[in-house]
């Protein structure tokens, strides 16, 4: 919320902007949220809402000082023309006081949208980068394998919410440590021998790693606001080859069949003893 006032002219400390719940048969009609892409898409229309908001406010002050618009700053919550300020709640006040309305702005974003660079012109609006490090703990006589740090880099464009950006990093690498580890699908006969979540063992909160950092690069390259791109997705697809190259580095067996388990990684450790 402090973007979207930013974008509209408030220092990020003290935005007024606020968010409301709406009805489905009231809000703007969303094919779906996915592909991380709703700060993207969302965030972009806000940002252009927010623009809108910002340039009637000019004009209505402009009326009011009677100067060009081109001659009026919006910033720190006011506009200012000069040696002038005003208020934006003065501006609002004035221009809808005597007639009634209000001031309303509209944002839409197509994934064709020309208007913005590069990216929406392309079926792939942006590309997710990652970079994962894993530390891991291998017990000889099991070859049960521990992961114990875990570090990842990723490419977020330009972060919006901090700890909802972070928590997506590190919610990915949670997902996917089931991966290397344990996660498989076994079939007999043709079928699928573990459909349930009693036979497919899934991660749960003991098999994340202690010790876990998310560390965001923000090129400011997306096509979202300010920047920001997509992220979490790419998280996830690090972990595996990051956890088998710490095996083959703590080990020096080259185990390329997932997922490690200990049976595996202990017979591995057998090879030339």
Not at 220 to 230: C, I, M, S
Request: hydrophobic content about 40%; glycine content about 10%; charged content about 20%.
């Amino acid at each position: 919320m402090a973007s979207i006032g930013q974008t509209a002219g408030n220092p990020p400390a003290t935005s007024p902007a606020r968010t409301t719940t709406c009805a489905a048969s009231l809000s703007p009609l969303d094919q779906r949220t996915s592909s991380s892409r709703s700060t993207v898409h969302a965030g972009a229309a806000i940002q252009r809402a927010a623009e809108e908001v910002r340039r009637q406010l000019l004009v209505a002050a402009a009326d009011l000082l009677n100067v060009d618009v081109a001659l009026l700053e919006r910033r720190d919550g006011a506009v200012h023309g000069g040696p002038r300020r005003l208020s934006a709640a003065h501006v609002v006040n004035a221009a809808t006081s005597r007639f009634g309305g209000e001031i309303i702005g509209y944002g839409h974003v197509m994934p064709t949208d020309t208007e913005t660079p590069n990216a929406f012109r392309m079926r792939t609006g942006y590309w997710e980068g990652s970079i994962g490090a894993a530390k891991v703990a291998v017990d000889p006589e099991t070859g049960e394998v521990e992961v114990v740090r875990y570090i990842t880099v990723g490419d977020t464009g330009r972060i919006i919410n901090p700890q909802s950006a972070h928590g997506q990093e590190e919610g990915g690498v949670a997902m996917a440590v089931g991966t290397p580890l344990f996660e498989s699908c076994d079939f007999e006969s043709g079928a699928f021998a573990n459909p349930s979540p009693i036979d497919y063992r899934l991660p749960t909160t003991l098999d994340v790693p202690s010790d876990l950092h998310s560390i965001s690069f923000e090129s400011g390259k997306g096509p979202g606001p300010f920047g920001a791109k997509g992220l979490g997705e790419s998280s996830i697809i690090t972990v595996a080859p990051a956890i088998a190259n710490a095996v083959y580095w703590a080990t020096g067996r080259r185990i390329r069949e997932l997922p490690l388990t200990p049976a595996k990684v202990w017979r591995a450790l057998q090879d030339d003893a």
